[in-house]
């Protein structure tokens, strides 16, 4: 009942629920983006090209909400922006001047977001490029113009064109959105959007598994995969919940007749600080091979061929790339010189550790050792449930990597809404008696 206590809250702060309603309108307008097609496809062949894919191709359309299987206008997804991200974020250990924007606070994070968002039209010209000649090789493919129809009615430059207008216009339109809801909104905009694209597809799947297993229902390979799924939900909430408190005591010091300091505190570390980084940058990178293998790029089209397959070599190379996205987002968001500076200049120090270089060496300690856990994680959440689904043959998207955006991005939204809630008096929405973020009693 005080979940229920909760979300009845929400409508009673006026801020609280524009915020709310904003976001759920930014998620509609993309929702209905969506089915809008991309002019000169025919979006039915396309459709029945996509259905039933696995591997780097159903896990494309899984991100774009289906806008790959309608050849939307947001067929490119938010994809590209999050390549542009990774590329400013490679920038930052590579270039001082983006290293120097970082320490201006405010205005060097919106000169950062700025050329983010050039190199997402960059990124979305490339490969909307490589998308048009994608479709129109299709049309000779057996997948394409052999088995079904012509997904392209009039290939030619023309068509090239129009599609690189159309899917860059569509994924700056998403940008956009998404810096809206964040801003104006509740939650993170950009992961919104991918947590409805996700979810998006849930009742289709759903359906489609009905549809096919009809006349053969398997109560055993439901019961296996509904307690595969309670397990991982379990799991990622342990994991994005847990964390390492480093003890901190503040020195005692004397100001006129009052004295302050001398208190304990503890530094959090968070297992996963990358949070849902990694298998996001992970899928984003394996997508430019098919990129570059439709623009006849020598061979890229056999790793492509390689990776759509959804095979062991596409997990073993999507396991691989999430611990190294763990290890490099954890080693370029946390700075434990940064750490260690911070805490000498308020006096503060960690309980047998020297103040200095010996509590950054310290704090780097633990914190490699936090993110060996949480890579390991990490992979197994977003590798075994697409193992699993590959063991039962079940003919939809079934990956790890949706399920730990969905909840995650669920959590983050929760506690941001709880924020509000409590910082007004109310009850946050796990009521008043959690370990996490609780509300204060009504007098």
């Known amino acids: 009942m005080a979940a229920f206590t909760g979300f009845s809250n929400i409508t009673k702060i006026p801020e609280l629920r524009r915020r709310v ?38 896990l494309f359309n899984l991100f774009s909400g289906g806008a790959l299987a309608n050849l939307s206008i947001f067929a490119l997804g938010i994809m590209p922006y999050i390549s542009a991200s990774i590329i400013m974020q490679l920038m930052g250990m590579v270039s001082k001047q983006v290293e120097e924007m970082r320490k201006e606070g405010e205005a060097g994070r919106r000169k950062i977001e700025q050329y983010t968002r050039y190199g997402t039209i960059v990124i979305s010209i490339f490969q909307s490029f490589g998308m048009s000649m994608y479709l129109e090789g299709l049309n000779n493919a057996d997948v394409g ?14 068509f090239r064109l129009m599609t690189m207008l159309t899917l860059t216009t569509g994924t700056c339109l998403i940008m956009w959105m998404g810096e809206q ?37 398997q109560p055993l390979v439901v019961a296996v995969i509904s307690v595969v ?28 007749r009052r004295i302050y300091g001398g208190q304990a ?4 570390l968070k297992v996963n600080m990358a949070s849902m980084i990694p298998p996001i940058f992970a899928s984003s990178l394996l997508m430019f091979p098919a990129t570059l293998s439709s623009m006849n790029i020598p061979g890229m089209s056999g790793l492509s061929a390689t990776l759509g397959r959804g095979d062991w070599v596409f997990n073993t190379l999507f396991a691989a790339l999430i611990v190294f996205f763990c290890f490099f987002y954890t080693a370029v968001t946390f700075q434990p010189v940064d750490v260690a500076d911070n805490l000498k200049k308020q006096q503060a120090n960690i309980p047998g550790i020297r103040p200095g270089r010996q509590t950054a060496e310290y704090i780097d300690r633990v914190v490699s050792r936090l993110t060996v856990g ?8 977003c590798v075994v449930p697409t193992i699993v689904g590959q063991i039962f043959r079940i003919p939809f998207q079934f990956g790890g990597t949706s ?18 809630l409590i ?3 109310y009850e946050g929405l796990t009521g008043p008696q959690t370990n996490r973020l609780s509300g204060r009693r009504p007098a």
């Not at 904003?22 to 209905?32: E, K």
Request: hydrophobic share 50%; net charge positive; aromatic share 8%.
């Open 21 to 58: 309603l904003f976001t759920l309108m930014i998620v509609a307008v993309y929702r209905v983006g969506v089915f809008i097609t991309t002019p000169g496809v025919d979006r039915h062949v396309m459709a029945a090209v996509v259905k039933g894919q696995a591997g780097l191709l159903g």
């Open 145 to 158: 113009g052999g088995r079904f129809a012509d997904v392209v009615s009039e290939p030619g430059w023309g």
């Open 181 to 217: 809801a964040t801003e104006r909104g509740i939650g993170n905009g950009i992961s919104l959007i991918i947590f409805a694209s996700i979810v998006s597809g849930i009742p289709s799947a759903l359906g489609n598994y009905w549809a096919a297993n009809a006349g053969d229902f």
């Open 229 to 256: 799924l309670l397990v991982c939900i379990g799991t990622v909430v342990f994991f994005e919940k847990a964390q390492r408190r480093i003890p901190i005591q503040y020195a005692r010091r004397n100001v006129g």
């Open 265 to 268: 505190a503890h530094l959090p």
């Open 374 to 381: 949480g890579a390991m994680y990490v992979s197994a959440i």
């Open 403 to 420: 399920l730990m955006i969905v909840v995650g991005v669920a959590l983050e939204t929760v506690s941001q809404i709880e924020a509000h």
């Open 423 to 425: 910082t007004r008096s």
